[in-house]
């Protein structure tokens, strides 16, 4: 999937940068050096020695977390894309699921009612937010301002594949409030893809999206002063 982005992207003269994560899959953790000191560290080395100064960073689920992170700290990202990233639940998602329930047909609700010990049981176990890098909600809608006032392009995209947290559109403005309204602020919801895309249908429309918005991206940021670049797409899994 990032060749094949890499690829559309560079028909369209932008350069890309993909890396594992450091302790990621099979990447090797570094010492001393976590996702955000690596990002960083290779937002410079772009910087340096390819004369970019205007990157778009972003990524599925964890990655998606660490690109926000990177935003808010170095003001040479320009714009996120966040694949399945922060998510709140909060009344729309209860709205949903609840609305889910009341559709299904009676045998469903003797099998919910007779699995709803061991469902609340399994609720104080493990959830999204124990492995990934999340401000509380009240500082998460302070960062997002933050980026907003600072002119931060950002493309969110939920999928199906992430139920636990994600269920209604109507979330996305209820978790980060008034400043969604923006023009540079964008979100979809396609509750029929799975968390990777692995689908080929679901995949194209993933590039195809991301493609026409680094496309608006192209025409609305500087490019850099040096040789007039078009903005880089940094992105990791």
């Given at each position: 999937?990032?060749?094949?982005?890499?690829?559309?992207?560079a028909?369209?003269?932008?350069?890309?940068?993909?890396?594992d994560?450091?302790?990621?899959?099979?990447a090797?953790?570094?010492k001393?050096?976590?996702g955000?000191?690596?990002?960083?560290?290779?937002?410079?080395?772009?910087?340096?020695?390819h004369?970019?100064?205007?990157f778009?960073?972003?990524?599925?689920?964890?990655a998606?977390?660490?690109?926000?992170?990177?935003?808010?700290?170095?003001?040479?990202?320009?714009?996120v894309?966040?694949?399945?990233g922060?998510g709140?639940?909060g009344?729309?998602?209860?709205?949903?699921?609840?609305?889910?329930?009341?559709?299904?047909?009676?045998r469903?609700?003797?099998?919910?009612?007779?699995?709803?010990?061991?469902?609340?049981?399994?609720?104080e176990?493990?959830?999204?937010?124990?492995?990934?890098?999340?401000?509380?909600?009240?500082?998460?809608?302070?960062q997002?301002?933050?980026?907003?006032?600072?002119?931060?392009?950002q493309?969110?995209?939920?999928t199906?594949?992430?139920?636990?947290?994600?269920?209604?559109?109507r979330?996305?403005?209820w978790a980060?409030?008034?400043?969604?309204?923006?023009?540079r602020?964008?979100?979809?919801?396609?509750?029929?893809?799975?968390?990777?895309?692995?689908?080929?249908?679901?995949?194209?429309?993933l590039?195809?999206t991301?493609?026409?918005?680094?496309?608006?991206?192209?025409?609305?940021?500087t490019?850099?002063?040096?040789?007039?670049?078009?903005?880089?797409?940094?992105?990791?899994?």
């Amino acid at each position: 999937m990032h060749v094949e982005l890499g690829e559309r992207l560079a028909a369209h003269g932008m350069d890309s940068f993909r890396f594992d994560v450091p302790g990621v899959g099979e990447a090797p953790r570094l010492k001393g050096a976590d996702g955000r000191v690596a990002a960083l560290a290779a937002l410079e080395v772009l910087a340096t020695e390819h004369d970019c100064s205007d990157f778009v960073i972003g990524g599925v689920c964890s990655a998606a977390d660490l690109g926000w992170n990177v935003a808010l700290q170095d003001a040479r990202v320009r714009a996120v894309l966040m694949l399945d990233g922060i998510g709140f639940n909060g009344p729309w998602f209860h709205y949903a699921r609840n609305l889910d329930r009341l559709r299904r047909l009676p045998r469903e609700w003797r099998r919910m009612l007779r699995d709803a010990p061991k469902h609340l049981r399994d609720s104080e176990g493990f959830e999204a937010t124990d492995v990934r890098d999340w401000p509380s909600h009240a500082q998460a809608r302070q960062q997002f301002a933050e980026l907003v006032d600072r002119g931060v392009h950002q493309m969110w995209i939920y999928t199906g594949g992430y139920t636990d947290r994600f269920l209604h559109p109507r979330q996305f403005r209820w978790a980060f409030g008034e400043p969604t309204r923006d023009p540079r602020v964008a979100m979809r919801y396609w509750p029929d893809c799975d968390h990777t895309f692995f689908a080929r249908a679901h995949r194209d429309r993933l590039l195809g999206t991301v493609e026409e918005w680094m496309l608006k991206l192209a025409n609305t940021l500087t490019p850099c002063p040096e040789d007039r670049r078009e903005p880089a797409l940094h992105s990791q899994r």
